[in-house]
């Protein structure tokens, strides 16, 4: 079996960032920042990553609510309803950020 090629550490960095602030890590990827900032990355690359994640931790802290609510009868207005996981009317992808990041 071959080795796989190995990630630039820069990737790294950006998914280990990017995870530990989706997942509410608690040092969220800050050891991270400095990691991507030593290797030149732009600071709005930086930016989108930190964005797109935050927007994916959002979601779905957002949609596992309206799973919940719906399982035990909770009638919100302002929660979407929930169908296998997915509001109702919204495709299997994730929504853009607010700025209009695609994160699919």
Do not use: N, W, Y
Not at 12 to 38: E, T
Not at 91 to 103: E, L, N, V, Y
Request: aromatic share 0%; glycine share 8%.
């Amino acid at each position: 079996m071959q080795d796989a090629p190995q990630l630039h550490s820069s990737i790294v960095a950006m998914v280990s960032l990017a995870s530990g602030i989706a997942a509410r890590h608690p040092d969220m990827g800050q050891c991270q920042l400095g990691r991507l900032r030593q290797a030149g990355v732009p600071q709005q690359q930086i930016d989108a990553v930190i964005e797109i994640a935050r927007h994916i931790r959002d979601e779905a802290a957002q949609k596992l609510d309206a799973a919940f609510d719906e399982a035990a009868g909770i009638a919100t207005a302002s929660k979407p309803k929930v169908d296998k996981g997915k509001p109702v009317g919204e495709s299997a992808c994730c929504t853009p950020t607010a700025s209009g990041q695609s994160c699919c």
